[in-house]
């Protein structure tokens, strides 16, 4: 091969393993190129963590009872009013206590299922005995609906995920 050629060859074999210590050395010095362009971290306020699965901070809930009932810690139950839930298609008679619905037919009618009544020109008059809400059941001695305690969620993280069994917040910044 003719010398200059050669000598070509060498220079470019040099320019080559030049750019490949420098590019060696900028990536021990600056760390990987990705790092530069990641995404800003999350952080969450103190006291709380961050769940990469969801990309929220969280928090272990409190338990208690809301605000419209009452807690017994004789029973550790929460105690809400008396009961106010009527089936579909009757009302409730804060003054009797009572469900009450209005069946017309003949004598012999019946009251639907639950209910109890008198017959009255042409009308069947059926009472019943309220329910709690789902959740809740009526406690025959009190008269009253209870219910088991419940999560509860600071202001901060408003949201509970079953789940995870967490209260749940947004991040307050991202930090790079």
Request: glycine share 10%; aromatic share 6%; with cysteine.
């Amino acid at each position: 091969m003719p010398r200059r050629i050669t000598r070509r060859m060498r220079n470019i074999q040099v320019g080559v393993a030049v750019v490949v210590l420098v590019a060696a050395v900028a990536a021990t010095t600056l760390g990987p190129a990705s790092s530069a362009s990641a995404a800003p971290k999350p952080k969450c306020p103190q006291g709380s963590t961050y769940n990469a699965t969801t990309g929220k901070c969280e928090v272990a809930p409190t338990t208690g009872c809301p605000v419209e009932a009452t807690y017994d810690a004789s029973r550790n139950v929460c105690v809400y009013g008396a009961p106010t839930e009527c089936p579909l298609g009757s009302q409730y008679d804060p003054v009797s206590g009572k469900c009450w619905v209005s069946v017309e037919g003949p004598p012999g009618t019946s009251c639907p299922d639950g209910f109890y009544g008198t017959y009255d020109a042409g009308a069947i008059h059926c009472q019943g005995d309220p329910g709690c809400p789902s959740g809740r059941t009526v406690n025959t001695t009190t008269n009253k609906c209870e219910g088991p305690l419940v999560a509860i969620c600071p202001t901060r993280f408003p949201t509970y995920n079953q789940t995870t069994g967490k209260c749940e917040g947004e991040p307050v910044t991202r930090e790079r």
